[in-house]
């Protein structure tokens, strides 16, 4: 029987360029040049910054991730080199449109001053030097990966954004704009793993693998377990936007615990479901320390 899913993928490729033909932008326009002055004349100094150093530290620790994206490519094309033609041309796609993201927010924290430049250069180099591996050994495996990657992305900039709206609407204007390019991606992934999972429901055994090991590719930078909780307590984004934002609606969306599988793939899917409860469980005790810490204040 021939398969139906080279044909969704390709649908959905030229469904993202069509789309990306209303999105496209260029950073240069985004950034607020006028903010800029000489580090020679005026070299960096705590206090410069226009931003709320928790806030700073979030839009630094996205940059730190989004700079790894040699490593992301070469990890994706290396691994997508047998799949269907779609996969393949997506992901230089991809790296077209992600291309602009690190560099746009390096900029922004240049000319706002938000950080000190210098230490910030150190960390781009080590980051990058640490490079990154690709999760999985198929295709499909990856894909799974990546979609939770570019949801998980999306989701960190709008709540990000709407955190940064008052202290900055620059950043604000910024942080859309990036999470749009998140979105189309994340739309191409899940309906490609989507398609996949139609042909064979069996796969889902590979996504509840998948799923519970999900670390953001910066999880190898330095401090970046300080970071993220500086992120969830001042960002936006924490284990309880994880859970209802990027985990649940996901799964919804695959079908993933409405399928009929064997019982093989039933014993995944019980323990992904055992991990969806501890994952609830720390979600909840995040939610409690934020609800003690606004009482307090």
Request: charged share 25%.
């Amino acid at each position: 029987m021939t398969s139906s899913v080279p044909q969704a993928l390709d649908e959905l490729y030229h469904r993202h360029l069509t789309l990306t033909e209303h999105t496209d932008w260029a950073y240069h326009r985004l950034l607020p040049w006028d903010r800029g002055r000489d580090f020679g004349q005026t070299p960096w100094e705590a206090g410069q910054g226009t931003l709320p150093p928790a806030m700073a530290l979030a839009v630094e620790t996205a940059m730190l991730t989004e700079v790894n994206l040699p490593w992301f490519t070469a990890g994706l094309v290396r691994l997508m080199q047998d799949a269907p033609d779609a996969l393949r041309q997506f992901v230089h796609t991809w790296t077209s449109e992600e291309d602009r993201h690190a560099r746009v927010l390096e900029t922004y924290l240049i000319l706002s001053r938000n950080g000190d430049p210098d230490a910030r250069s150190r960390l781009v180099r080590t980051v990058v030097r640490e490079g990154w591996d690709v999760p999985g050994d198929s295709p499909f495996s990856v894909m799974v990966y990546t979609t939770l990657q570019e949801l998980a992305t999306r989701v960190f900039y709008l709540n990000l954004a709407q955190v940064a709206r008052e202290a900055d609407p620059v950043l604000d204007r910024i942080l859309k704009t990036i999470a749009k390019d998140e979105t189309l991606h994340f739309a191409f992934y899940r309906g490609a793993v989507g398609a996949y999972l139609e042909e064979d429901p069996e796969r889902i055994g590979a996504v509840c693998d998948i799923v519970p090991l999900f670390t953001m590719p910066g999880a190898g930078m330095p401090d970046f377990g300080q970071r993220m909780r500086s992120a969830s307590d001042h960002g936006g984004y924490g284990l309880p936007e994880y859970l209802s934002q990027v985990i649940q609606p996901l799964l919804r969306d695959w079908g993933v615990f409405e399928h009929q599988v064997s019982s093989g793939v039933e014993a995944h899917r019980r323990g992904l479901a055992d991990y969806l409860s501890r994952l609830e469980r720390a979600a909840q005790r995040v939610a409690e320390r934020r609800r003690s810490r606004g009482e307090d204040r």
